[in-house]
């Protein structure tokens, strides 16, 4: 191990001592994501959202081409890395971007840190995942960011009691500490589960659930485990339970939700985007998404690669085609009008400051939706946001 690392140290230097001799022509972007394996939509989604921002707005800045440099990891931590780190030192990427679950963006971490290069992270949501490398920036979101707004209504909409489901890994822990704690200090009582991430059986766990009658469930699974957990959720009765469904958006995810069916019917989630987002820009993202992808409907993951590309691009025009260091100081502090709405990078953390939106599944024009009912503007992660008290 230690003769890898010090190889990879050898190259790095390599690397940078070279990128120190001539300018490039092509600026790369390494765009890695679970392009097959289980979580293939989150891929399909990001890839389709970065493709169709290049296609919009242009893909040469200061005379140079920008090239986009998408390899498959999926959904496996190790080979992550590995792809990391072949785009850096190989391709000479500018930047690297995508990352569909924390451990994919961990893996990554150290790599960016000691090669300097920029990682922008478009899906994963766990929030210690921008304390790893000060390389690292998000267009994302935080798992507690979409899930304190979602206690705080629930703690003022009768609900007393709450049994919480999650997968047992970061974002999930996430989810449940940020519910936990903000529903027991309105005076709320929890009880938690977590199911494992690898080859989930909800089954049990939602017996328990059906068996304890609490006044609603609180769930998370990662994107694209959502229909699974939901037909699970059928089978043991809870649709007629009269337990009440509150999730983490990532459940109901845009991509998936018709296909889930009408159990999803009056679910209620908060989350950064909807499909259904009432603004002309997610209008017109809605449109050309569809357009340039067979129909598909963009989610979260779609939106966060665009975002990702929006923020690597202007930064990138910022410093005249410059990474490394310039880059990523670019970035800081940036903001833009989304299709999620207004979004802008907190120059201290390098998260995403953004609306979190209340939001019931509802059928509209023969589909189901997830339909905005509130909006709490402007926030930044909790988690950090509670390190300064």
Do not use: C
Not at 353 to 382: C, F, H, M, W
């Amino acid at each position: 191990m230690k003769k890898m690392i010090l190889a990879a140290t050898a190259l790095f230097g390599l690397v940078a001592s070279a990128g120190a001799g001539f300018a490039q022509e092509t600026i790369k972007i390494g765009l890695i994501l679970p392009m097959t394996g289980p979580f293939a939509s989150t891929g399909r989604q990001a890839e389709a959202g970065a493709k169709l921002y290049l296609a919009q707005h242009g893909d040469a800045i200061a005379g140079k081409k920008i090239e986009l440099v998408l390899k498959d990891d999926t959904g496996v931590a190790d080979v992550t890395k590995r792809i990391a780190q072949e785009l850096i030192i190989n391709d000479k990427v500018t930047a690297l971007a995508g990352f569909g679950l924390t451990p994919l963006a961990l893996a990554t971490a150290p790599l960016a840190t000691q090669a300097k290069t920029p990682a922008v992270v478009t899906a994963a949501a766990t929030s210690i995942i921008t304390d790893q490398s000060p390389y690292i920036a998000r267009t994302s979101f935080t798992a507690a960011q979409a899930t304190v707004p979602l206690a705080e209504w629930a703690a003022k909409n009768g609900i007393k009691r709450v049994t919480t489901i999650v997968s047992d890994y970061g974002p999930g822990i996430d989810v449940e500490k940020a519910f936990t704690e903000t529903f027991t200090k309105a005076g709320g009582q929890v009880e938690n589960l977590r199911v494992p991430l690898a080859n989930p059986d909800f089954a049990p766990f939602l017996q328990k659930i059906s068996d304890a009658k609490p006044d609603a469930l609180l769930a998370f699974v990662p994107s694209g485990v959502g229909a699974q957990f939901m037909r699970q959720y059928v089978e043991r009765g809870l649709d007629k339970s009269g337990i009440r469904f509150l999730a983490e958006g990532s459940v109901t995810d845009d991509d998936l939700l018709n296909g889930v069916g009408d159990v999803a019917l009056g679910a209620i989630t908060s989350h950064h985007y909807s499909a259904a987002h009432d603004s002309p820009e997610n209008k017109a993202f809605v449109k050309a998404f569809a357009e340039k992808n067979n129909g598909m409907r963009p989610n979260f993951m779609g939106v966060g690669a665009y975002d990702g590309m929006h923020l690597i691009i202007e930064a990138l025009k910022k410093t005249n085609g410059q990474g490394g260091e310039a880059l990523i100081a670019a970035m800081k502090g940036l903001s833009w009008t989304s299709p999620r709405g207004p979004v802008s990078i907190d120059p201290e953390t390098r998260d995403i400051i953004q609306n979190i939106y209340i939001r019931k599944v509802e059928r509209v024009d023969g589909q189901l939706y997830n339909v905005e009912i509130a909006t709490t503007p402007s926030l930044k992660d909790p988690v950090k946001e509670a390190r300064k008290k």
